[in-house]
């Protein structure tokens, strides 16, 4: 039987707005309680080095005053791994980070940096939060983020998203299997980056992910229909893809 499916919202770029003018609005806080009461399992936030979009005080105020699981994204190092220790988050996943990039552009590379990966993994796990690896759908990743003890891992569907017709389709294969291999060796499966309303049901519909993590597409949605509206239609099609494996399942 199909898992249930989680959506995680991702509320940078509410942050990003914020900044552009600086003071207090929009406020990042208030986006994540609307999206909650729009459908969101939880809210998803990425601290950069850079504190382009969120902040140290969105971090503190999402921490104390949110009343659902909070998934920090971070890149492993010492800076962030003692603001991850302090506020102790729900979920904490490690991405890859590089100050020139406009977004995140690939899955971290946990086979080449298992040895500088493994102490975050362990300390944070250690501090009571779900560590997940941002990874590319590949078995050895997956085989890597395995041994280093994290027990979740988010699949990129970047190169998916960007892609059209047979290569989109060789794309979401990947991933397929990706996901099944993490099932097969205990991982939990979630999924993320560039997902829209006309890319997300193929994901949905993958068994093995009980998470989609999105955030750009539905901000820049919120200016055209709201911020309720874009999450709630986009809860919508990933709840009707995830039913229609059921139903498959059951037939």
């Given at each position: 039987m199909p898992r249930p499916l989680r959506l995680g919202v991702n509320i940078d770029h509410v942050a990003t707005i914020r900044n552009a003018r600086?003071?207090?609005?929009?406020?990042?806080?208030?986006?994540?309680?609307?999206?909650v009461k729009a459908g969101a399992d939880g809210i998803t936030?990425?601290?950069?080095?850079?504190?382009?979009?969120?902040?140290?005080?969105?971090?503190?105020?999402?921490?104390?005053?949110?009343?659902?699981?909070?998934?920090?994204?971070?890149?492993?190092?010492?800076?962030?791994?003692a603001i991850a220790l302090r506020h102790k988050p729900h979920a904490v996943c490690l991405v890859p980070e590089k100050r020139t990039e406009v977004t995140t552009e690939g899955g971290l590379d946990a086979v080449r940096l298992f040895d500088q990966l493994q102490p975050y993994v362990q300390k944070l796990g250690a501090n009571g939060s779900r560590v997940s690896l941002f990874i590319e759908a590949d078995a050895r990743q997956l085989d890597a983020a395995r041994k280093l003890g994290a027990p979740v891992v988010e699949l990129h569907t970047g190169s998916y998203c960007e892609r059209?017709?047979?290569?989109?389709?060789?794309?979401?294969?990947?991933?397929?299997?990706?996901?099944?291999?993490?099932?097969?060796?205990?991982?939990?499966?979630?999924?993320?980056?560039?997902?829209?309303?006309?890319?997300v049901a193929p994901i949905a519909a993958i068994?093995?992910?009980?998470?989609?993590?999105?955030?750009?597409?539905?901000?820049?949605?919120?200016?055209?229909s709201g911020l309720d509206s874009a999450i709630r239609r986009m809860r919508s099609l990933m709840d009707k893809a995830r039913a229609s494996v059921t139903g498959a399942a059951t037939a």
């Open positions: 600086g003071g207090r609005h929009p406020d990042p806080v208030r986006a994540a309680r609307l999206a936030a990425h601290l950069r080095e850079d504190r382009r979009h969120i902040s140290d005080d969105d971090i503190a105020r999402l921490s104390r005053d949110l009343d659902r699981p909070l998934n920090l994204e971070m890149a492993a190092t010492e800076e962030m791994l059209e017709g047979v290569e989109r389709e060789r794309q979401l294969k990947r991933i397929v299997d990706a996901a099944t291999h993490a099932e097969a060796i205990g991982l939990e499966c979630h999924a993320g980056h560039g997902l829209t309303f006309d890319t068994p093995t992910v009980v998470e989609l993590n999105i955030g750009h597409f539905l901000i820049g949605e919120a200016i055209f």
